[in-house]
C-alpha cells in the first residue's frame, strides 16, 4: 500500500494502529500518516520496534510448536491485526498446508485490508467481528464455516487483551471461549504489564 491507492472508505491520512505495527514489522501495508506516527511513537519508546518484532517472533514460535507437536490444524486469531507478513496462517502452512486460519478484527480499517489481502486463500477467513463478544464471533457464519469447534482450535490473544479494560470482564471474555472449545484446545496469550500505579509519598510524623 505504500505505493498503492487505499480501498474505497480507509483514509489514508489518518495513522492506524494495525498499519504502524506493519509498518514497525517491516511491512508495506502502510501509508505516509502511520509512518511518521511510527516514527513518532519510537522517538518516545526506542524500544517499540524490538517489543513488536519479540511478540511477532513468539507467535511464530507458538504456531508451529502447536502445528508441529500439538498436531493442531485450527487456528483463530482474535485481534491480530493485518495479515500481512510472517503471520498466523502462513506460519500454520509452512508445517501444514492444510491448516484452517481465521482472523478476527473489530477494526473496519483491517478487515477491509483483510478481505483483500486473503481474497485467494480458501481456507483462511478474516471476520469483521469484536473479540469482546465472544458468542458474536464463535456463532459468525464465517467462523463455523472454517472451523470445526468440535475439534481442538488454537486461539491466539496476542497483545490484544490490554487493549479490554477492566470493567469489560476480560476473564469472563476468555472463559466464554474457553468453554466453547473441545478438549485438546489451547489459548497462546501475551499480554503487557499493566502500568504502575502512582504512590503519594508519605512522610512520618517528626519525632
Known sequence: MT???????????????????????????????????????LAASPDMAGIVRDNRSFIGRVVRYLATEGGMRQFLDLGGGLPTQTNVHQMAHEVTPDARVVYVDNDPVVWSHGQALLAHGGQVSMVRADLRDPAAVLRHPDVLGLLDFARPVAVVCASVLHF?????????????????????????????????RKTTPTTSPAA
Open 3 to 41: 505505493t498503492q491507492d487505499p480501498p474505497n472508505g480507509i483514509d489514508s491520512s489518518r495513522p492506524n494502529v494495525a498499519r504502524i505495527y506493519d509498518y514497525l514489522l517491516g511491512g508495506k501495508d502502510n501509508f505516509a500518516a502511520d509512518r511518521e506516527a511510527a516514527r513518532q511513537l
Open 164 to 196: 479490554v479494560a477492566d470493567e469489560e470482564d476480560p476473564y469472563r471474555i476468555i472463559a466464554e471461549y474457553r468453554d466453547h472449545l473441545a478438549p485438546g484446545s489451547t489459548w497462546p496469550s501475551a499480554t503487557a504489564p499493566p502500568a504502575p
